[in-house]
């Protein structure tokens, strides 16, 4: 039923959005309202979906997406009603700033339960700054763990790994950098990271409708801020 819902709430947002749009452009054609001022506003809607996001989600890297569309909708509108007269190429080293309240937030939280931090030949520790590795993983044990590049690249390769269970959780984060993770065809990756001005995919080989041959779940969250973080076969 949850699984349901989460696959509902686009559609309504969507849905929702046509209704109010609409509904704006026929009042305007019968002249009951001038479309035109409303429409000024726009920006409130980044400021309310911001905050909504910024609030309710527990997951970092939404929190970011969430102040980052706050902040972005407040100065639009803020420019909107005369208030400011701000220039966003003014502002871009906001992204480096949130990037850092980021990495603090993840480091005071400590480790994720769900997490080990033992081993590393099965726990993935990956951090590139200003550099980059392309680390081969050949464990039958993988565990997850967590890849950050900062002003750099990772490929951590897993096609020769086996995940110990059924899933694995890998924390990345990429910040005017790139993350490659290589996985193997059996693995089924599910995507739960952020983009911030960058890219967040998933490229890897999609089974069929009741192709049975995947047995293994990697979830791969974290954000991508001025950067980009892939997953592929």
């Known amino acids: ?7 509902r709430q686009p559609g309504l947002w969507v849905g929702a959005f046509f209704i109010v ?18 429409f000024r506003f726009w920006p409130a809607v980044l400021v309310v979906l911001g905050f909504t996001k ?3 989600s527990h997951d970092t890297g939404n929190r970011l997406f969430g102040g980052m569309l706050t902040a972005i909708g407040a100065v639009l509108l803020s420019n909107a009603i005369g208030l400011t007269d701000i220039r966003f190429r003014d502002l871009w080293p906001l992204a480096i700033i949130a990037a850092g309240v980021g990495l603090l937030i993840e480091a ?3 480790p994720r339960s769900e997490l080990p931090s033992a081993d590393t030949e099965h726990v993935m520790q990956e951090f590139a700054i200003f550099g980059g590795s392309n680390h081969r993983y050949r ?14 690249g990772l490929e ?10 059924d899933v694995a959780e890998i924390n990345t984060t990429a910040i005017f950098g790139g993350i490659v ?26 089974p069929r409708p ?11 969250r974290g954000a991508a801020i001025f950067g980009g973080i892939e997953v592929k076969n």
């Open 1 to 7: 039923m949850k699984l349901q819902q989460q696959h």
């Open 21 to 38: 749009f609409g509904s704006i452009l026929l009042l305007d054609r019968l002249d009951f309202i001038e479309a035109r001022t409303i």
């Open 54 to 56: 910024l609030v309710s």
């Open 108 to 110: 005071l939280k400590g």
């Open 139 to 152: 464990t039958q044990r993988f565990q997850g763990g967590a890849a950050t590049a900062i002003f750099g």
């Open 156 to 165: 951590p390769d897993l096609r020769q790994a086996e995940i110990d269970g």
């Open 181 to 206: 993770l290589k996985v193997p065809e059996h693995w089924t990756v599910v995507l739960r990271g952020v983009p911030i001005f960058g890219g967040f995919e998933d490229k890897t080989y999609h």
């Open 210 to 220: 009741g192709d049975a041959t995947r047995t293994k779940t990697l979830i791969v």
